[in-house]
C-alpha cells in the first residue's frame, strides 16, 4: 500500500520561502526501480490542478514558467523524500500543494507535468501567501 505524505506548508508574506515534503511509503511491487518520476502540483479551488515541477531518477528535472527561478524539486532516496524548495513566494502561489508519483524511472518527455501521467498522489499540503 504506497502513501504519500506532504508536510511543510504554511502561511507566509510574499517573497518569504517554504520548503514542503513529500514522504513516500510502502514502495508497491509494480515500481521496478529504486527511484521513480515525481513531481508536485498545485490546485485552488474551481481551478485545474497545475503542474509545478517533476523530477526523475537521473534528477532530471521540468519547471512550469511560472515558477522557473524561484522553485526548486529534489529527492532524498535515502529518506524516500522528496522535497519543493519555494523562493520568493508570490500571492498567487496560494494553492494546496499534492505530490505525486509515476510507475516509470523517466518521466513523460512530451508531458512531465500532465496529471495523467501520475498514479499515486499525496492528500495535499495548503500554501498560503499574503
Known amino acids: 500500500h504506497v502513501q504519500l505524505v506532504e508536510s511543510g506548508g504554511g502561511s507566509v508574506q510574499a517573497e518569504e520561502s517554504l520548503t514542503p515534503s513529500c514522504l513516500v511509503s510502502g514502495t508497491p511491487s509494480e515500481w521496478r526501480y529504486n527511484t521513480v518520476c515525481a513531481a508536485w502540483f498545485r490546485q485552488v479551488s474551481g481551478k485545474e490542478r497545475e503542474g509545478v515541477a517533476s523530477i526523475d531518477s537521473d534528477g532530471e528535472t521540468t519547471y512550469a514558467d511560472s515558477v522557473k527561478g524561484r522553485f526548486t524539486i529534489s529527492q532524498d532516496n535515502a529518506k524516500n523524500t522528496l522535497y519543493l524548495q519555494m523562493n520568493s513566494l508570490k500571492p498567487e502561489d496560494t494553492a494546496m500543494y499534492y505530490c505525486?508519483?509515476?510507475?516509470?524511472?523517466?518521466?513523460?518527455?512530451?508531458?512531465?507535468?500532465?496529471?495523467?501521467?501520475?498514479?499515486?498522489w499525496g492528500q495535499g499540503t495548503q500554501v498560503t501567501v499574503s
Open positions: 505525486a508519483a509515476t510507475l516509470f524511472q523517466y518521466c513523460s518527455s512530451d508531458h512531465p507535468l500532465d496529471s495523467d501521467e501520475y498514479s499515486y
